[in-house]
Each structure stands twice: as structure tokens, then as C-alpha cells.
């Protein structure tokens, strides 16, 4: 493997206490992800108002998920949202996931809202339709998911890479400087389970229960680790390793 490629991590969010004894907080969980692809986590709490002065801080940028919804009139989300906005027009490689993923669209020019069809927990299923040349040739996916808001208008230059029934633009990419996923490459089942029952009375039962049958014997093998490959491969690609 290449030198490790260091990523600025604009950490959105913390996991609360009991989801976060289940497998690490997501700073525990991001380097667990990514590090075995040789990615280096820097981190930058956002929402305490930590952000790169300079984009050389970093190789290359990353946005976590949130709790929270990407249209909130919050000063951190649109100091993240500038910071965005920074980064693309540099042609930095940016990277989103889930709240990342929806933020770095609205950033740019496109629209999020509260998805018609409510959540999407557990492992749900994408059709590749446009495969981006840092991907593998298969034409499907399985992420780990947890997310009300979707991503409903892509900004222009954008193109859908993955798509799903329930989820139209399930990842995306700008160009070779911008790729998001709308799902979760860090998480593990575990945590899935416990996220899901912890907000069971806002999720729903049924929701909840077709979520947790999703991870259960006979159920599509998650494809975390693939994902993560193919954002590090995105990277060294973008920076010419």
C-alpha cells in the first residue's frame, strides 16, 4: 500500500452513551473503518466550531453523519456548509456520509428534505447505475443506514452513481473531486441494532422490525468494507497515488 493519505474528518455529531458502548464513539469508529485502507483521521469537532483555516491542514476531506437535518439554521452547519463550498471549488477531494453526503448537495446547489417515505434503518440494497472509475464492476451494494432526509435534487455537475426503490439518489459524485455515499461505510450491526432500538418510538415498529430482520439470517451480506475501499481509492485516485 502507498503512503497513508491524511483525511480531514469534519465531525458532525457524537453518539449518545448507549449506542456509543456498543462499538465506539465515531471517532473510534471512522479510524476502524478507514484506517486498514490507509487513511489517517484528523478530526475536527464542528460542532463545537473546530474547522481547517487552511485546506492544507489535510490531503483530502471528509463530512460525517449528524443527527441532525442539513436545512437546520444552525451557525455550525453553515460554517460547515462554507467550508464545503471552500473545498469543491479548490477541487479537493471531499467525501460525505449521510449527513455529509446531503449537506455537501445542498452546500453546492441542490435540496434536501424529510423523505416522504420516513426512515431508512438496517441494511438496505442500491443498484449502481453509473459506476465511478474508483468503484469495483458490481452492479449492487448493501450499506447500513440510518437517515430521514434525503437528498431530492442533485447540484448541477452531479451525477446519481446509486440509486434504490426508497432512495433515489443513494450515492453521487462531482466530477473526480466529490463523491458521497448516503449510507453508513463505519458502522457495524451491532450499533445498527442498538441506534434502531433506541429511537424505536420515533422510527416505528414496523420500520424497526424490517430493519432488524434486514441484518438478520438470509439477508444480503454487508458491503462496509467494500464501500470504505472504493472511498480511499477515490482519493489516492484524485490525488494521483
Given at each position: 500500500m502507498s503512503d497513508p493519505i491524511t483525511v480531514g474528518l469534519i465531525l458532525c455529531d457524537h453518539l449518545d452513551p448507549g449506542p456509543a458502548a456498543?462499538?465506539?464513539d465515531y471517532p473510534d469508529l471512522f479510524p476502524a473503518a478507514f484506517a486498514p485502507h490507509g487513511l489517517e483521521l484528523q478530526?475536527?469537532?464542528a460542532t463545537l466550531g473546530e474547522l481547517p483555516e487552511d485546506l492544507d491542514e489535510c490531503d483530502v476531506w471528509m463530512v460525517s453523519g449528524s443527527r441532525r437535518s442539513a436545512y437546520e439554521d444552525e451557525g455550525w452547519i453553515t460554517a460547515v456548509s462554507d467550508l464545503i463550498v471552500r473545498i469543491?471549488?479548490?477541487?479537493?477531494?471531499?467525501?460525505?456520509?449521510?449527513?455529509?453526503h446531503q449537506l455537501t448537495a445542498r452546500a453546492l446547489g441542490g435540496e434536501v428534505a424529510r423523505a416522504e417515505v420516513g426512515w431508512g434503518v438496517g441494511g438496505r440494497s442500491f443498484d449502481v447505475v453509473a459506476p465511478a472509475p474508483w468503484m469495483d464492476d458490481g452492479d449492487r451494494f448493501t450499506l447500513l443506514m440510518?437517515?430521514?432526509d434525503q437528498v431530492t435534487r442533485l447540484p448541477d455537475g452531479a451525477e446519481v452513481v446509486a440509486t434504490a426503490p426508497y432512495c433515489r439518489i443513494g450515492a453521487y459524485r462531482i466530477g473526480d473531486h466529490v463523491f458521497c455515499v448516503q449510507g453508513h461505510?463505519?458502522?457495524?450491526?451491532?450499533?445498527?441494532?442498538?441506534?434502531m432500538e433506541a429511537r424505536r418510538e420515533i422510527i416505528g415498529?414496523?420500520?424497526v422490525d424490517a430493519g432488524v430482520a434486514s441484518l438478520g439470517a438470509g439477508a444480503p451480506p454487508l458491503d462496509q468494507d467494500r464501500v470504505a475501499g472504493w472511498i480511499s481509492e477515490f482519493y489516492r485516485r484524485a490525488l494521483g497515488r
Open positions: 456498543v462499538a465506539g478530526v475536527y469537532e469543491e471549488a479548490a477541487r479537493r477531494p471531499l467525501a460525505g456520509i449521510c449527513f455529509g440510518s437517515h430521514r461505510p463505519e458502522f457495524v450491526p451491532d450499533l445498527s441494532l442498538a441506534l415498529d414496523a420500520v
